[in-house]
């Protein structure tokens, strides 16, 4: 009998015995995955990875031990399970190996959360229309930011050249030294080929500038879904909805897989391009020349147009470096903080 209180009589705890919980003893010794695959994730769609295991289409979902760990389009992963790539096959992604470079993005300029949207590529490809739809600064300038930022090498590519001529755009740029390409339609992409040849590079930019367009003429057998321009906001339709990954034709009509042309990276059009994680000291960093002057600006100077005693402004007064240069500079960094739609 228990007391009123709840406590048990010796003879009560003779015929009681609280339940045992029943665990498996912890270990800190984790799996080795010595016979794990090496892959790249080439889509991402609703938990399901699309990647090439030597050259080969296969189809995985991440394994539990990564836990929250995000898997983007350009990863370099390992892989166990069935990696034969045979209709109804799925593997696991066990590993995802040091990234080179990310290039990310925030929602808004107010949102801490940080989202990668492609790793490992070296040159980030800002594709901008001249007309059709008329080109917006605002993005291109952030575009470049997170070019710098991430380590990538910005690369602008101005479409529609046919429509409109490429000099009053590029004479903001020109300071920046950015190299460039210009493509009409229908026209010959040597150059640009030429810009990507034997690199990972990643296309970005508005809805309707030809993104799509360009992946198409790239990859022949890529079968990009391409879209107009709504004649009442002038503004691009979306027609990709995630990022791809193309494995670019070998050039000079050599035989090959693809491979060794290097790779392409179509990311959806965007409206908007977060840049809250991107700092001002990152950014000087990113212009060798500039930030050598940078050494008599007081603590926490930003660089920017209206702050006091920055070197910067010394070294314009005194002909160190081009007054353009450093105005392009200031408005990159503006850029940050100024919205793009």
Avoid at 6 to 26: A, L, N
Avoid at 39 to 67: F, I
Wanted: hydrophobic share 35%; net charge negative.
């Amino acid at each position: 009998m228990t007391g009123r209180r709840g406590r048990y009589t010796d003879q009560d705890q003779e015929h009681y015995e609280r339940p045992r919980r029943r665990t498996r003893p912890r270990t800190k010794e984790r799996p080795s995955y010595d016979d794990a695959a090496d892959g790249v994730v080439v889509t991402v769609d609703r938990g399901r990875y699309s990647l090439l295991v030597d050259g080969v289409p296969v189809y995985a979902v991440k394994a539990r031990p990564l836990g929250r760990k995000g898997v983007v389009v350009g990863d370099r992963v390992r892989v166990v399970g069935d990696v034969s790539g045979d209709e109804g096959a799925l593997a696991r992604v066990v590993e995802v190996n040091e990234r080179s470079t990310v290039l990310r993005r925030t929602a808004d300029d107010d949102d801490p959360v940080e989202r990668v949207i492609v790793s490992n590529a070296d040159q980030l490809v800002v594709v901008t229309a001249l007309a059709d739809p008329e080109p917006r600064q605002g993005l291109v300038d952030r575009a470049l930011v997170a070019a710098y930022d991430s380590g990538m090498t910005p690369l602008l590519c101005l479409t529609k050249a046919d429509l409109a001529g490429p000099e009053e755009f590029m004479s903001t740029y020109r300071a920046l030294h950015v190299p460039w390409v210009v493509t009409r339609r229908d026209g010959d992409l040597g150059e640009l080929r030429r810009h990507l040849a034997g690199r990972t590079s990643v296309l970005l930019g508005h809805s309707g500038v030809g993104k799509s367009t360009l992946v198409n003429a790239l990859v022949p057998d890529a079968d990009r879904e391409t879209g107009g321009v709504n004649v009442v906001t002038g503004r691009g339709r979306h027609t990709s909805t995630s990022a791809v990954m193309l494995g670019l034709p070998a050039q000079n009509g050599e035989d090959g897989d693809g491979a060794g042309g290097g790779w392409i990276v179509d990311t959806p059009g965007i409206r908007s391009f977060g840049l809250a994680h991107v700092k001002p000291e990152t950014l000087i960093g990113a212009f060798p020349d500039l930030a050598a002057e940078t050494g008599s600006c007081p603590r926490g100077c930003t660089h920017g147009e209206d702050t006091p005693e920055c070197g910067l402004d010394d070294a314009v007064e005194r002909g160190d470096v081009d007054a353009e240069r450093v105005s392009s500079f200031r408005r990159l960094l503006a850029a940050r903080s100024v919205p793009a739609y």
